[in-house]
């Protein structure tokens, strides 16, 4: 079992940044992967940006690229979201997500551990 724990959302206005983290506690392997999703009133929950635990391969959603930086803290089991240039529509319930299989997925089907989410409001 994989715990996972959000931390760092918070009401911000647009163009600032904010940075939420994700720790994990638990059994992890070699195959580790986190990945980022988020929801939205009255819309499905979709990927982020997911990164490898072991070399730190990472995958970014369109929405994500060139604003959003996904890292982590191997030796403090957390993973971490940059977000930059932050504007109302990236406004939603941010959750970590964990698998064991190695694999950079984008579908929220094939993570096994959740979090409890961390909300994120950007203000116009």
């Known amino acids: 079992q994989v715990q996972l724990v959000e931390s760092g959302g918070g009401l911000v206005q647009a163009g600032d940044s904010l940075r939420v983290s994700c720790a994990a506690s638990?059994?992890?392997?070699?195959?580790?992967?986190m990945g980022w999703f988020r929801q939205a009133p009255g819309k499905e929950r979709e990927f982020v940006a997911a990164?490898?635990?072991?070399?730190?391969?990472?995958a970014y959603a369109d929405s994500a690229k060139g604003r959003f930086t996904i890292s982590r803290d191997n030796a403090k089991n957390t993973a971490y979201l940059q977000m930059n240039s932050l504007k109302p529509e990236d406004t939603a319930v941010y959750y970590c997500a964990a698998t064991n299989r190695g694999i950079l997925y984008d579908s929220s089907s094939l993570y096994e551990y959740w979090g409890q989410g961390t909300q994120v409001t950007v203000s116009s």
């Open positions: 638990g059994r992890t392997s070699s195959t580790y992967v």
């Open positions: 990164i490898t635990w072991n070399d730190g391969r990472t």
